[in-house]
């Protein structure tokens, strides 16, 4: 009885109910954890390893939310029922396997009151004796025989005391006929009345094999519940494991877009170059855009012993846009975007004072141009980032008028360009 009620005392104020004859095996087990502000679902796969895991419905509890837990050699199965506390939860061992849902309430006893006893004393149990059955019929047809005889000699006695009295010659003739026709309609209509009670009597009886069992009507409220003297033991089927659903990835309808100018070093010509440009994109995820960029390149001037004036290479180039990114939601990610362009580059001689402008040559060029960024996220509508572009232009042959001789041979405008980019926009 002692350990009966100190069983039942556990089973109540557990939070969490282990149901397993083998629990020894896996929820003793000793683990040693210092999380912080982590899911239920990650403290799980910490949990678990190479010869066991935890089997679990999304929808049972809520996998995401975020705890924090500090202990140091402490079982699971105390860690289980820290992690569930007050949730109504209990863990059930299948195999190799640690099963977590909602904690079951066993089936009660069906209770004894006196209510049922003081229904069943009420209402007569159906007789299994035929002679129990018919007896009371048997005696209630015996006390109508001996009415009905009774009144018949009732009757026989009050036509002979007629008939005696119409000899002595009291009554008329036509008065005696009356008085026997009266009490002739008295007689049968006393019989009918017991006919009808006979029949009446037998009307809601019907004749079954050996006995007469009464027939009533079914009442679903007067039905008594079955008598029983002893514990109802209940015994738990383990169900079939229902493996978690796979959650669809969400759809990302979020508009993103952003603007970012960039400054850069460059050489053209083994002359020092300043770059400057920007690109406006539209990034349909995260990971990818997809938009437009371009740039303006300006060297630095150097007197032209043939021309005998200070010239320059100048140009710019823009054109299509392709950007991957990769690690966008962490403080620190990666970018490369890839230019597809065209552009023009000219050797020209500008003097400030007059603003007179003169071409020595010009040429149309196409530009591929791909990159590397280092960026970091600032705040939300604002990242700062740091790379490299390698510039591949064709065509960029400039030679002198007068002598055509080259000026820039066709590779002259290849060449790494280092840049500084800052992004404004919806990320």
Known sequence: MYLKTLLLLTLLTSPLLVLSQERESLLSRKVTLNLHDTSIEDILKRIETEDFAFTYSAEVFDVKKRVSLNVKDET??????????????????????????????????????????????????????????VSPVIEKEREETSVTEAKKETVTSAITEQSSKSTIGNSSP?????????????????????????????????????????????HPRVMLPIEFKGEIVTEEVPQKEKEPKPEKPAKDNKFRMNLAPTVGYSEIGDRDAIVLGGHLVYNPTKNFGIGVAGKGFLTRNEPDTELGADYSYSGGYGGLLLEATLFPDKAFHLSFPVVFGLGEVMYNSLQPLTGLNTIEDQRTIFVFEPGAYLEMNVIKYLRVGFGATYRDASSANLKYQSTDQPILDKNGLDGLSINIMVKFGIF
Do not use: W
Request: charged fraction near 25%.
């Open 174 to 218: 036509s008065t005696e006929a009356l008085v026997l026709e009266n009490s002739r309609a008295e007689y049968y209509q006393e019989e009918r009345k017991q006919t009808k009670t006979v029949v009446a009597a037998y009307e809601n009886y019907t004749l079954a094999s050996l006995i007469f069992v009464p027939i009533y009507e079914v």
């Open 76 to 133: 699971i199965g105390n860690v289980l029922e820290i992690l569930f506390r007050g949730q109504g939860m209990e863990c059930q061992q299948l195999g190799n396997k640690l099963l977590i849902r909602k904690k079951r309430v066993p089936k009660e006893t069906v209770p004894k009151s006196d209510t049922t006893k003081r229904e069943t004393t009420s209402t007569p149990p159906i007789k299994t004796s035929v002679q129990k059955v």
